[in-house]
């Protein structure tokens, strides 16, 4: 069954159905299995530099996909860099090499970080981004803030890097930058620059949203699958009043968050005039979902929620994480309110 209900191309379909097979012989693969296996380092390259050309609904189809493998993470923030060089410098040399996954790229933007550095006017970078998702093993960075896109290459002498592991399993780096000017690669400048870094920004965010309701509805399968197992007073305890209403408002709140989500994706893929609103309104309603599934899921399963022995411990943890990434509750609210004003 799929996880998202958009209209998809044969392409699409063919991409999605893929990834199931594999997926179903490979539960953990890391970045050398989706980049060997699936060819995904270029989803979102251009064809002439030998990648599939893909946009937010390729995108959002893998992420749902790899989201209960909890191998998204660092796909997401390579494939929204790859995006994102790819329109601001379409003919840049470094394309083909991230395309066939020989070096890797990782996203800096308000979405992907939960700091980010200064960039001067004159193209120097200085200070940190904090807990930059794939940017432990990347090669290059591409910085989008305010008014500037950069691409920077992960030297030593520029970037300073410390790699945290993260409560979900997943790996983050805090990256001290000390670039000069005419040491990154400007891409992008002033409007141009605001409108690939809102572009950004949107793909991230609905990445993981179609991630995080994956993971919403894996824990719920589970949970149904465990009523009907767990035997309490001589009767399963799904026969249970009390639980059977826990189940249907996790439902509940499962269905809002994809049908968010999947107007979101969309909206980034057409580039909607509601693009802002909408992608704002499926985080707040994820969130608001990742809770309410998250905790129900864990008081249906009671201790063992949580444990190593089950992977809807695994699977809570990073839909948190997801929730968190997310940024402010109040930030995608006033979002909201400017775009519909």
């Known amino acids: 069954m799929a996880t998202l209900d958009l209209l998809l191309s044969v392409e699409q379909q063919m991409l999605r159905d893929s990834l199931q097979r594999f997926l179903a012989d490979n539960t953990s693969p890391g970045w050398r299995n989706l980049v060997d296996s699936l060819g995904l380092a270029g989803l979102a390259v251009p064809q002439v530099h030998h990648g599939f050309g893909g946009g937010a609904i390729e995108i959002a189809v893998v992420m749902a996909e790899l989201g209960p493998a909890l191998a998204g993470s660092d796909w997401l923030s390579h494939t929204a860099a790859t995006m994102l060089l790819s329109q601001a410098a379409p003919d840049h040399a470094a394309l083909c090499e991230l395309a066939t996954g020989a070096r890797r790229a990782a996203l800096i933007c308000a979405a992907s970080s939960a700091a980010m550095p200064i960039v001067e006017a ?8 904090a807990l930059v998702a794939g940017g432990a093993e990347a090669d290059l960075f591409l910085l989008a803030d305010g008014d500037a896109v ?3 290459a992960a030297d030593r002498d520029k ?9 979900d399993g997943s790996v983050t780096a805090d990256l001290s930058f000390t670039v000069k000017p005419g040491e990154g690669s400007r891409l992008a400048t002033g409007a141009a620059a605001r409108t690939l870094v809102e572009l950004g920004n949107d793909v991230v965010l609905i990445g993981r949203c179609a991630e995080a309701v994956a993971l919403i ?3 719920i399968a589970n949970s149904a699958l465990y009523l009907g197992q767990r035997q309490q007073f001589g009767r399963a305890i799904g026969s249970f009043q009390a639980l059977r209403h826990r189940v249907a408002d996790m439902q509940l709140a499962a269905m809002k968050a994809a049908a968010l989500t999947e107007a979101a994706i969309v909206a980034v893929d057409q580039d909607l005039s509601d693009r802002a609103s909408t992608v704002s309104a499926a985080c707040v309603e994820v969130a608001d979902a990742v809770r309410i599934v998250g905790e129900g899921a864990v008081q249906i399963h009671g201790a063992m929620g949580l444990t190593e022995e089950l992977s809807l411990g695994g699977h809570f943890k990073r839909a948190l994480a997801i929730a968190a990434a997310m940024g402010p509750r109040a930030d ?7 775009a519909a004003a």
Do not use: P, Y
């Open 150 to 152: 950069l691409l920077i």
């Open 159 to 167: 970037v300073e890097q410390r790699h945290r592991i993260m409560h």
């Open 122 to 129: 004159d193209g120097a970078v200085r200070g940190t981004a």
């Open 332 to 338: 995608h609210l006033a979002r909201f309110a400017e």
């Open 217 to 219: 509805q894996r824990m």
